[in-house]
Nanobody, 129 residues
Framework: QVQLVESGGGSVQDGGSLRLSCAASGYTFSRACMGWFRQAPGKAREGVAG???????RYADSVKGRFTISKDSAKNTLYLQMNSLKPEDTAMYYCAADFRFRDCLGAVLPGTLLPFDYWGQGTQVTVSS
C-alpha cells in the first residue's frame, strides 16, 4: 500500500524559508516519478516541481531559483526547500508519485489530463507580508 505523508508546512514572513518533506512507503521509491503540487483557495492545482527516477528536475517558472526539489532514496523521502517565500506561494502543498508516465517531468509541468496515482494529504504553507 503506497503512502505519502507530507510535513514541514507552516506560517512564515515574506522572504522566509521552509522545507517540506514527504515520507513515502509501500513502493520502490527510487523508481517513481515524483512531484510537488500546490493549490491556493479558489485556484486550480498547479505543478511546482518534479523529479524523475534519474534525479532530473523541473520547476515552474514562478519558483525557479527559489525552490529546490530533492530526494533521499535511503530515507524514502522527497523534499522541497523553499527560500525567498512570497505571499503568492501561500497554498496547500501536496506530494505525488506515479510509475506510469513516460515523460515524468512533463506530467508535472506543464501537466497532463491524467492525474498522478498517489497523493499525500497535503501541508499548508502560509506566507504573510
Amino acid at each position: 500500500q503506497v503512502q505519502l505523508v507530507e510535513s514541514g508546512g507552516g506560517s512564515v514572513q515574506d522572504g522566509g524559508s521552509l522545507r517540506l518533506s514527504c515520507a513515502a512507503s509501500g513502493y520502490t521509491f527510487s523508481r517513481a516519478c515524483m512531484g510537488w503540487f500546490r493549490q491556493a483557495p479558489g485556484k486550480a492545482r498547479e505543478g511546482v516541481a518534479g523529479i524523475d527516477s534519474a534525479g532530473t528536475t523541473r520547476y515552474a517558472d514562478s519558483v525557479k531559483g527559489r525552490f529546490t526539489i530533492s530526494k533521499d532514496s535511503a530515507k524514502n523521502t522527497l523534499y522541497l526547500q523553499m527560500n525567498s517565500l512570497k505571499p503568492e506561494d501561500t497554498a496547500m502543498y501536496y506530494c505525488a508519485a506515479d510509475f506510469r508516465f513516460r515523460d515524468c517531468l512533463g506530467a508535472v509541468l506543464p501537466g497532463t489530463l491524467l492525474p498522478f496515482d498517489y497523493w499525500g494529504q497535503g501541508t499548508q504553507v502560509t506566507v504573510s507580508s
